[in-house]
């Protein structure tokens, strides 16, 4: 099965946005991927949001299944196991993984005991180290929790603000496809059932970065044993 993520540059206009993710949808389909992962675009959040509306109603004509997020910014992120729709479930048991939901390891450890065959990473990335960070532990999750791992992000936000790239694609802890920045679509021919990584090693450590992210979400600080402030999370340093 061939599968495509996109990497979308943020354009922070609703119809600008739609419009791109529609045409990376059409050039995907073109290029023959049956499954296509989109990342979060905040200008087209909201239920009541016409342009959004517009971008689901177009995506209908255009050929194989999409994955599009639906969880709103205000909420702090999700991590669980999903049914998804009918054509994605081709690719197995799929753990979801969004905002926080990424870095969060004592829930990433009850999601390991339904052993899925696929995870989804959104993460929500405050800045470059940030992005860098999940790609290392997406790369080690492929080892543990799932064969197959997609990271799909935007790209181009403020610092402090979601939105820094590096969506990838990685299989049984190789790196198939990964973005560097900007407008890109991945693919990858995936083989199916995906199945679990053999062997299963341990759940990795999270990176400290990412560990500091979440604190500081959390309203806390984390005690590291270096000095700089790494969390990204908007401040002056």
């Known amino acids: 099965m061939k599968i495509a993520v996109v990497q979308h540059q943020l354009r922070f206009e609703p119809a600008e946005d739609a419009s791109a993710l529609l045409a ?3 050039k995907a389909a073109r290029a023959g991927a ?6 979060e675009v905040f200008s087209l959040e909201g239920g009541d949001n ?8 177009e995506l209908d004509g255009v050929d194989g299944e999409r994955f599009v997020p639906q969880l709103s910014i205000a909420d702090g992120g999700f991590a669980g196991v999903i049914t998804p729709d009918e ?7 799929m753990a979801l993984l969004i905002g926080d939901g990424c870095v969060d390891m004592a829930t990433i450890r009850q999601i390991a005991m339904s052993f899925p065959d696929v995870a989804v990473m959104l993460p929500r990335s405050e800045n470059e180290l940030q992005a860098e960070a999940v790609l290392e532990l997406a790369i080690a999750l492929s080892d543990s929790l799932a064969g197959l ?5 935007a790209d181009g936000a403020e610092p402090g603000e979601p939105g820094h790239g590096g969506s990838a694609i990685i299989a049984f802890g190789k790196v198939v496809a990964e973005a560097s920045g900007g407008d890109e679509i991945l693919y990858a021919d995936i083989e199916l059932p995906v199945g679990p990584p053999e062997p299963r090693e341990p759940l990795p450590q999270m990176p400290p970065i990412l560990q500091q992210r979440l604190a500081h979400h959390q309203g806390h600080q984390l005690e590291v044993d270096y000095p700089a402030d ?3 999370g ?4």
Do not use: C, H, K, Q
């Not at 049956?34 to 990342?39: G, L, T």
């Not at 016409?50 to 109603?57: G, I, K, Q, S, V």
């Open 234 to 237: 908007g401040g002056d340093g």
């Open 149 to 153: 791992v997609v990271v799909a992000e």
């Open 87 to 93: 054509g994605i479930a081709a690719l197995g048991t």
């Open 24 to 26: 990376a949808a059409n």
């Open 50 to 57: 016409p342009e959004r509306e517009r971008l689901l109603t």
């Open 34 to 39: 049956e499954i296509v992962f989109f990342p």
């Open 230 to 232: 790494l969390s990204g």
